[in-house]
């Protein structure tokens, strides 16, 4: 465990000199993560304005709070490896990073924080401002944030298995991508990015059986505090067993796809 | 042979993405109307009419203009510009056309298709002059967008590397898929000056939704020409001062 954890340590200082070289890429991926969001919280502010100020329980002041929370959580649980993989498996990258001690996971996991913690002091007086102009209303108690803890690390790593068990199609296929652009697609209509899955009307039912609203719309309804305490264990409870499906998922995956790996280069 | 076959493969799979994509975006809009019958006055017809644009503008802008600015970018990168300055063509034209992309135009299809959707919901609603309104108006928001994208490439002539600008103007588009009105003050200035795509497509959206008015028309043939003349000075501007690679 110390060894792991001295590992860590190395890979993070690394990773964090690298990082601060993207600064500008940095800004400019945060510009996009948050016109997304901005968007579509106009969209339903003015469609609830044309409603009498109210879609269903929501307020504007309660969209606004949610496309907040929704963003933080973008943030958080944001993962990009599937395409990564996909590059170094075409690349040939791949084999020399089998060969290390450590999985190619770990560098991925460090990759992902770093960059994570860099941008998050650009991204939060961003956020006040949106909840400034839109009159933001929260409705959190202290419980909605201790339970917001486990419920954004448990959508971080749920968004990351399904990113890892998406690129394992790397392995059998060119075309990743292509499956990544169509699963992007799935993530927009069901995380919770295009409405608060209780808007969803007909689609809500596939919707709370899907796991991509446990990735971003869940941690993202306890932060606000639009979900009761009792509701909300009942998110973390199912992120939770989405994480074990996604996680045992990969790890057959992974397994199989090593052994079909004839690669460039392999 | 087999070569052959998986280009028609990954053309087939491009043109199946962005019908994913399209449809994705039908369905955000039929499920914000699930909920409302107007948005700013705009009803579910006029603005399955303004995706289409949407799509119809951000197609042609992919098809044509995005590829060979970016070559172009890269031809001042890698000193190979001279090659295509002194061919007899107007450069700034030859800059503009060299290179199409097919998939994009699957993209301007399925602008049109959803444009026609969203006429038949609204149950046809605009007269000849609307027509002929939306028609000048569209061809006004895609030359606003060219001459955007013609200055920004300019800037390569004295920055070299200006994809960062790209990217940000890139991020804005998305902002085009709903009409510029909804926006909050500064994002909605935004998208009518520095990053037109918000009046490229909401513009002609009001057009053949029968809700544009003549000073409207006026005001944005107007724009546009000013902003075309700009661009193709700057352009000039920018071409003299270009030195060549090999001096």
């Known amino acids: ?266 | 042979m087999q070569f052959a076959l998986e280009y028609r493969a990954n053309l087939a799979l491009d043109l199946f993405e962005e019908l994913i994509i399209v449809i994705s975006s039908l369905v955000a809009v039929l499920i914000l109307y699930d909920h409302t019958s107007a948005i700013n006055g705009w009803t579910e017809g006029q603005m399955i009419e303004l995706l289409g644009v949407y799509y119809l503008v951000q197609g042609a802008q992919a098809v044509v203009f995005e590829t060979s600015f970016e070559r172009f970018m890269e031809h001042v990168r890698m000193g190979t510009l001279d090659f295509i300055l002194i061919k007899p063509v107007d450069s700034q034209f030859m800059i503009s056309t060299r290179h199409v992309q097919v998939p994009q135009f699957g993209q301007i299809a399925m602008g049109v298709l959803v444009l026609a959707i969203g006429i038949a919901q609204v149950g046809g609603g605009f007269g000849v002059l609307d027509a002929l309104a939306f028609a000048a108006t569209l061809v006004c928001g895609l030359l606003l967008v060219y001459s955007l994208l013609l200055v920004l490439s300019t800037l390569s002539f004295w920055f070299v590397r200006v994809e960062n600008l790209l990217a940000i103007f890139w991020s804005f588009l998305d902002a085009g898929r709903f009409p510029v009105d909804v926006y909050p003050g500064w994002l909605r200035v935004t998208l009518s000056t520095v990053v037109p795509i918000g009046i490229a497509v909401t513009v002609p959206a009001q057009a053949i939704a029968g809700r544009l008015e003549l000073a409207g028309v006026v005001a944005m043939i107007g724009g546009t020409i000013i902003m075309c003349w700009f661009a193709s000075w700057f352009w000039r501007r920018g071409l003299r001062s270009y030195t060549g690679a090999s001096a």
């Open chain 1, 1 to 266: 465990m110390r060894q792991l954890l001295r590992v860590y340590r190395a890979i993070f200082v690394a990773e964090f000199q690298a990082a601060a070289q993207y600064r500008v890429q940095s800004v400019l991926w945060l510009l996009f993560a948050i016109i997304r969001p901005v968007v579509f919280l106009a969209a339903w502010s003015a469609a609830a304005a044309t409603q009498g100020g109210r879609i269903g329980d929501m307020t504007i002041s309660d969209f606004a709070a949610y496309y907040v929370a929704v963003t933080l959580v973008s943030q958080l649980t944001m993962s990009w490896n599937a395409y990564d993989f996909e590059l170094e498996i075409r690349q040939g990258k791949l084999s020399p990073k089998l060969l290390r001690p450590l999985h190619p996971l770990h560098y991925s996991v460090v990759e992902n924080i770093v960059f994570k913690v860099a941008t998050m002091p650009a991204l939060l007086p961003v956020l006040v401002l949106i909840a400034w102009t839109f009159q933001a209303r929260f409705a959190t108690t202290w419980g909605h944030v201790l339970l917001f803890v486990p419920s954004v690390l448990l959508a971080a790593a749920l968004r990351f298995m399904f990113g890892w068990l998406m690129a394992t199609f790397a392995f059998w296929t060119t075309r990743v991508h292509g499956i990544m652009h169509v699963y992007d697609r799935l993530v927009f209509l069901f995380a919770g990015q295009l409405a608060p899955l209780s808007l969803l009307g007909g689609l809500a039912s596939i919707a709370y059986w899907l796991p991509f609203g446990y990735m971003l719309w869940a941690p993202s309804e306890i932060l606000r505090g639009g979900a009761s305490i009792d509701q909300a264990l009942g998110m973390i409870a199912i992120q939770a067993m989405w994480l074990a499906l996604s996680w045992l998922g990969f790890l057959g995956l992974w397994q199989l796809g090593l052994r079909q790996f004839s690669a460039v280069g392999a």
